[in-house]
């Protein structure tokens, strides 16, 4: 087993050594696999470093790209540009999605709670997922357990349902689909810092995961966003209009009395999924939400709008999503300003 520690030491590495680290991990992969593998491909800027960083070395590993729908136009036209991408496109919409299982917000971690909790209180029964959200789970020397959420408790009575499996439907199936099919293991751009359900899979798992049931390859789950946002700038990678450019601000002194770099981006931070509640609540202004309006009016009404009763709980409609009843309803739980969509 891995120690948290030993992510943090590579985490904290200079990005030269990142990069060569990173190398390895795909070299190992690709001559494991006597070259039957493919790239993750979103369009986003941490698989355009991927994607990059792979061809230097395979120029001819071929891309694979889910074509979900939720993506910004800007990002589809981006990924089509490429040579050598396959296009996937999954079995159900997001709509159907949101209606069966619930809506994607806070986190998938917290989803994934919420989701069976309720299913065990409208059981009238109590389970571990529960507990956690009610505060009352208990690590085995009886302290309190570090996966207790219990902030969350009150969307156990909301009138709407909550759930992560929109990124198994809309995104993982039909990859692990294409796997079967092609005898291809895939490579992906995930890095440890965006969660920590993201950092345990780090330490259950490493970066190439050879022997896992699916093997996958993190190659730069070590990586930091400033990693990304420098190695673009420094390689001149062009990466999606939306994004706008990568630019830096002066030197600063940092806690260690080291001077750094700090690189953004003019335009979005992230793009991914522009219907995904899972971190939104974490978004400064603009956040995803007033960036898609300005980016895509279309897509912000058919997100926010719609959406109706339907024996007692609320689902999307023919109008829209209608996550403007979600967010409002968490902005009247936790604060206004909690999801910042308007």
């Not at 120029?59 to 396959?86: C, H, M, W």
């Not at 706008?244 to 600063?252: I, S």
Request: proline share 3%.
């Amino acid at each position: 087993m891995r120690d948290i520690r030993e992510l943090r030491y590579m985490q904290s590495l200079p990005l030269k050594e990142k990069i060569i680290m990173t190398q390895q991990r795909i070299q190992g992969w690709y001559e494991y696999f006597n070259g039957n593998v493919y790239v993750s491909f979103s369009g986003g800027k941490d698989s355009t470093v991927l994607l990059h960083l792979v061809r230097e070395l395979y120029p001819s590993v071929e891309a694979v790209f889910v074509d979900t729908g939720l993506e910004y136009s800007q990002i589809r036209n981006f990924v089509k540009s490429f040579d050598n991408v396959t296009i996937l496109r999954p079995k159900m919409r997001f709509d159907e999605v949101i209606s069966k299982y619930g809506y994607p917000i806070i986190s998938k971690e917290v989803s994934n709670k919420v989701h069976w909790a309720k299913k065990a209180y409208q059981q009238g029964k109590v389970n571990e997922y529960m507990r956690q959200l009610r505060g009352e789970a208990k690590k085995d020397d009886g302290e309190d357990s570090l996966f207790n959420v219990q902030k969350y408790e009150p969307l156990l009575y909301e009138k709407f349902d909550v759930d992560d499996n929109c990124c198994d439907i809309m995104k993982k199936n039909p990859v692990k689909s294409f796997e079967n099919k092609s005898g291809k293991h895939g490579m992906v751009a995930m890095m440890a810092e965006e969660s920590r359900l993201r950092t345990q899979k780090w330490i259950q798992h490493g970066c190439n995961s050879f022997e896992h049931k699916r093997p996958i390859s993190t190659p730069m789950i070590f990586w930091t966003e400033q990693d990304v946002l420098r190695y673009i700038s420094e390689n001149d990678i062009e990466i999606c209009s939306v994004y706008g450019d990568v630019v830096h601000d002066d030197e600063q002194l940092n806690f260690d009395g080291e001077w750094e770099t700090k690189y953004r981006t003019t335009g979005c931070s992230r793009t991914g999924c522009v219907f995904c509640g899972f971190g939104a609540h974490l978004d400064r202004e603009p956040s995803r939400f007033q960036l898609l309006k300005e980016i895509d009016r279309k897509k912000y009404d058919y997100c926010m709008n719609g959406g109706e009763f339907v024996d007692g709980v609320w689902k999307p409609n023919k109008k829209g999503l209608g996550m403007q009843y979600v967010y409002d309803r968490l902005n009247e739980i936790y604060g206004e300003g909690f999801v910042r969509y308007k």
